[in-house]
């Protein structure tokens, strides 16, 4: 539909335009502010497309195309009214021309600030809403499918058949939105874990390092006490040597006190007899 | 029914594309006869090629699909990139396609599934140093307890020395007698078969862990993964998430226990550690007693 009425309204525009060659630019600038008044109509209502069921990325791409075509047209006008300015300016032509002329740029200001209008209000749709895609539904049979039902039904089911579509697509947008929300929490405590992981895996390396520190000292002390051992049986093999040689010592002094004795008790009796 | 259907379309297609896109080559003659020719024919010849713009971006989507059927890591590795790269250009999610939200999720799924995957290597390190770390702590024990008899063999060899050093001395030299503090006690020995008992638990959960890990992996490979929907795809991806928190957090029960078992072998060795210093102080005293008799006998 929107399509046809953009085939429908060029070729009214190209006939104009061949017109144009011998019409002088006063009605030129009112045949381009008939032209964009009749593309920023069919801008509105796309623009009153988005956020239902038929908001695709066709639907998307046909606001795109237009919209330079509205901008086009609006370089075009502009164009055309400067020449009549001019004309205006320079020769002097008739009061009433010249108030048309003005009432002409009256309705050109006023079709532009309805553009913008529509154009700010596409942006904010364009970005509240997301374009529906098709699920493995062969466009054409789609579209047929669609035209089929525009056919059959009365308009308020029509009504009710794209509200039901459209809470359809925001129930989907809302799970998809849910899903990526578990998703971020998730992802969010296993970044915790893992960062708590590395953290323990510090613990137990410093733990490690002490541990083999404390393994040297160990050691140290088991080679310290290794050493004191064998000392202390050098010492006590020392001191059992002494002990030997001290007895015979003693046992010598005794046989020379035993023989004194005797040789004392001869020399006595001899002096008695 | 449905092929036979499709087919003719497909044909018609083209036909209707090239006549299409003749009249904008043309000149305005062209136009001219577009534009007296006012009839339904050319009207259902518009529809047709409304249809064939509606219908370029799907053909490329199913050229794209094929792609993917043919190099499937190619495919993965060039969404992954667009997905990084078009989100940075976008700016946000909210102008996202549903598709493109769906294929991010999955993205997301599968980073965290690697985040995952990583916590469960990391706690596998730490649980092969740990038992590293236990087996020191148990080889220190055994050095101490070594030591420790030691230390009382350098008792026994000194209570004998002691004794000679008493009975040597002239016959008129003063009698001496070794100064003794307290006994001198080897390791105790009540502390040792636990300390055994333990060994052989620590060593039958060794290898219990070493088995258990094959047993999780293997585990992980079995079920293989079935990529039909973005949803499930993300199901799936979340089983296997759900797998390895549980392998982690069996892990961490192990290392748990370990570090249980570390902290009591450490209190041991700190309590045989003082045991050692005592015995080893008193044995410092008398050894320098029997220092001092034996200088006294050699300067005699």
Redesign the interface.
């Known amino acids: 539909m929107s399509f046809q009425d953009i085939e429908a309204g060029r070729p009214f525009g190209s006939r104009r335009g061949l017109m144009n060659g011998k019409q002088d630019p006063t009605q030129a600038v009112a045949a381009g502010i008939f032209q964009i008044n009749t593309a920023v109509s069919t801008f509105q209502r796309l623009v009153n497309t988005l956020g239902t069921p038929k908001d695709t990325l066709d639907l998307r791409e046909k606001l795109h195309k237009t919209r330079l075509h509205i901008g086009q047209l609006v370089k075009d006008t502009s164009a055309k009214l400067k020449q009549a300015s001019d004309i205006d300016h320079h020769a002097e032509v008739n009061a009433s021309k010249k108030i048309a002329d003005a009432k002409l740029a009256k309705d050109f200001q006023a079709v532009l600030k309805e553009f913008q209008k529509a154009q700010r209000l596409a942006a904010e749709r364009e970005t509240a809403y997301t374009p529906f895609v098709p699920q493995a539904v062969l466009p054409s049979s789609y579209t047929a499918s669609e035209v089929d039902v525009g056919s059959d039904k009365s308009p308020e089911q029509r009504a009710l058949l794209v509200e039901s579509r459209r809470q359809e697509v925001l129930f989907l947008d809302n799970e998809i939105a849910f899903n990526e929300a578990i998703i971020e929490e998730r992802e969010q405590g296993i970044q915790e874990i893992q960062q708590q992981i590395g953290e323990v895996n510090e613990i137990f390396k410093d733990l490690a390092v002490l541990v083999h520190e404390q393994g040297a000292m160990i050691d140290d002390i088991g080679s310290n006490i290794e050493n004191s051992h064998a000392a202390t049986a050098q010492a006590k093999s020392q001191l059992s040597k002494a002990s030997k040689t001290q007895r015979s010592n003693s046992s010598l002094t005794c046989l020379l006190l035993v023989i004194f004795g005797i040789v004392l008790l001869i020399v006595i009796i001899v002096l008695a007899a | 029914m449905s092929g036979s259907k499709?087919s003719p379309?497909k044909v018609a297609k083209p036909s209707s594309a090239e006549s299409w896109t003749n009249p904008f080559d043309s000149d305005d003659e062209g136009?001219d006869s577009?534009?007296y020719s006012s009839s339904r024919k050319t009207?259902s010849e518009?529809a047709l090629a409304?249809?064939e713009?509606?219908?370029n971006?799907?053909d490329d989507d199913i050229d794209a699909n094929k792609k993917s059927s043919s190099t499937s890591y190619a495919f993965q590795s060039a969404n992954r990139n667009r997905y990084k790269n078009d989100f940075r250009d976008s700016g946000g999610?909210?102008?996202?396609?549903?598709?493109e939200?769906?294929s991010?999720?999955v993205y997301?799924?599968e980073?965290?599934t690697n985040?995952?995957n990583?916590?469960l290597k990391?706690?596998e390190?730490?649980r092969e140093?740990?038992t590293?770390?236990l087996v020191?702590?148990e080889?220190?024990g055994e050095?101490?307890t070594?030591?420790h008899h030691?230390?009382a063999?350098?008792d026994h060899?000194?209570s004998?020395?002691e004794k000679?050093?008493g009975?040597?001395g002239g016959?008129f030299s003063k009698t001496w007698k070794p100064k003794k503090t307290r006994a001198i006690t080897g390791p105790v020995i009540v502390g040792d078969d636990p300390v055994r008992r333990k060994d052989n638990h620590l060593e039958q959960r060794d290898k219990l862990g070493l088995t258990s890990a094959p047993k999780g992996q293997s585990k992980l490979r079995t079920p293989p993964p079935e990529p039909t929907n973005a949803?499930e795809k993300?199901e799936v991806e979340?089983k296997k998430?759900d797998d390895a928190?549980s392998d982690?957090s069996d892990l961490l029960g192990e290392?748990k226990d370990m570090a249980v078992d570390?902290g009591s072998e450490i209190e041991r060795h700190n309590k045989a550690l003082n045991h050692?210093y005592d015995d080893?102080d008193e044995?410092n005293f008398r050894?320098k007693g029997?220092n001092q008799r034996g200088r006294r006998l050699l300067g005699k």
């Open positions: 499709k379309l136009k577009k534009k009207s518009r409304t249809l713009v509606n219908t971006p799907f999610l909210e102008n996202q396609s549903v598709q939200l769906e991010y999720a997301k799924a980073e965290t985040s995952v990583n916590c990391i706690a390190n730490i140093d740990a590293k770390t020191t702590l080889q220190q050095q101490i070594r030591s030691v230390a063999d350098i060899d000194l004998r020395g000679l050093l009975s040597l016959l949803l993300v979340k998430q928190l982690l290392l570390m050692l080893v044995l050894v029997a």
